[in-house]
């Protein structure tokens, strides 16, 4: 992961600690918080996190290793990082940058027929059912009783 620019110009990181707070019969609590363990040793523009947004490379077997619930493909950005808790070893480099594909709509650009597809398929109309069915999948499969973010 590193650096996500919008067309606006501002540019950040989002870097995830992740941990889980080992539970009774009625399952475990997930914590989250913004932030990173140290630098990477080696890469002085890179720190050592549990999960990143919007863009990562990662190695084949690695990603196959952890699976991708199909299902939640579009929407299962931080899902992915915490089934690879103990698997993946993640890092985020500032000298890294990327330009995002905003939602944010500029008042001088106009919205072309692939854009307007592209958005359609990429941003599906939120339903009740879709919400259900991803946290459903979510803290079932990873019996988690609750999720505390810092």
């Not at 707070?21 to 002085?44: I, K, N, S, V």
């Not at 929407?75 to 992915?80: K, L, N, P, Q």
Request: charged share 25%; glycine share 10%.
């Amino acid at each position: 992961g590193g650096v996500v620019r919008e067309k606006t110009g501002f540019a950040t990181t989002f870097r995830h600690q992740i941990s889980v707070e080992q539970g009774g019969e009625e399952g475990d609590c997930l914590h989250t918080r913004m932030g990173h363990y140290h630098a990477l040793q080696g890469f002085p523009n890179c720190v050592v996190t549990d999960g990143v947004v919007n863009f990562f490379l990662a190695r084949t077997d690695k990603v196959q290793r952890v699976g991708f619930d199909p299902r939640l493909t579009r929407v299962a950005h931080s899902e992915f990082f915490i089934d690879g808790l103990g698997i993946l070893h993640v890092g985020s480099c500032d000298d890294v940058t990327v330009d995002h594909a905003t939602k944010i709509k500029l008042p001088w650009s106009r919205i072309d027929e692939n854009e307007k597809t592209y958005k359609e398929f990429r941003y599906p109309k939120s339903s009740a059912a879709n919400v259900q069915l991803q946290h459903g999948l979510f803290y079932l499969k990873n019996r988690f009783k609750c999720m505390i973010k810092d």
